[in-house]
Structures are given as C-alpha cells and as structure tokens.
C-alpha cells in the first residue's frame, strides 16, 4: 500500500522559509518521479513541482518559480520541498504525490497523495 506521510507545515512570516518533507513507503520509491501539489482554502488542486527518479530533472509553476526548490533522497526514501520568499497567497495545505511514471512530467490528479501539511503565511 501506497503511504505518503508529509510533514514541516506551519505559521511563517511573508519572506520566510520552510522547508515540508515526504516519507514514503509501500512501493519502489527510486522508480518513480514525485511532485508537490497544494490546494489552497476554497479552491482546487493545483500543481507546484516535480522531480524525476534520479533527482536531477525538475519542474516548477511559474507562480513559485526561483523560490521553491525540490529535491529527493532515494537512500531515504523522501521527497523535500524547500519554500523561500513565501508570501501570503502559498498558503494552502500541501501534499506530495506519486506520479505515474518516472519522469518529471508524469504528474497526474488521479495519483497518490498524501493527507498533506498546513502551510499558513501571514504576519
């Protein structure tokens, strides 16, 4: 069974950084590419980036572009999102997801997910 455990959520400050982090586990996680998806209050999912199985590919949105870095440890079985710069519209709950395939643009709505982490900014 997929299991995908997120956590690093909080308050911050606009300009502050946090960084939330992804343990999984019940399937080959080296095999797949990952991503970070949020959904903030009263609105849909929405997609914010993605990593391939060896790390060394990634994607973002424009809106969290040159702010937000995505890495993976394959040895540790764990997906990071490292949020800088945060502003008041990140807020949102935020969870990573298993992808369909291996590379970067294998995200899918319909995939596994996590049950997410609260990130809230605001002063």
């Known amino acids: 069974e997929v299991q995908l455990v997120e956590s690093g959520g909080g308050l911050v400050q606009p300009g502050g950084s946090l960084t939330l982090s992804c343990a999984a586990s019940?399937?080959?996680?080296?095999?797949?590419?990952m991503s970070w998806v949020r959904q903030a209050p009263g609105k849909g999912f929405e997609w914010v980036s993605s990593i391939n199985t060896g790390g060394w590919r990634t994607t973002y949105a424009d809106i969290v572009k040159g702010r937000f870095t995505i890495s993976r440890n394959n040895a540790e079985n764990t997906l990071s999102l490292q949020m800088n710069s945060l502003k008041p519209e990140d807020t949102a709950v935020y969870y990573c997801?298993?992808?369909?395939?291996?590379?970067?643009?294998?995200?899918?709505?319909?995939?596994?997910r996590g049950q997410g982490t609260q990130v809230t900014v605001s002063s």
């Open positions: 019940g399937f080959t996680f080296s095999s797949y590419g």
């Open positions: 997801a298993k992808n369909i395939g291996s590379d970067i643009n294998s995200y899918s709505p319909g995939g596994s």
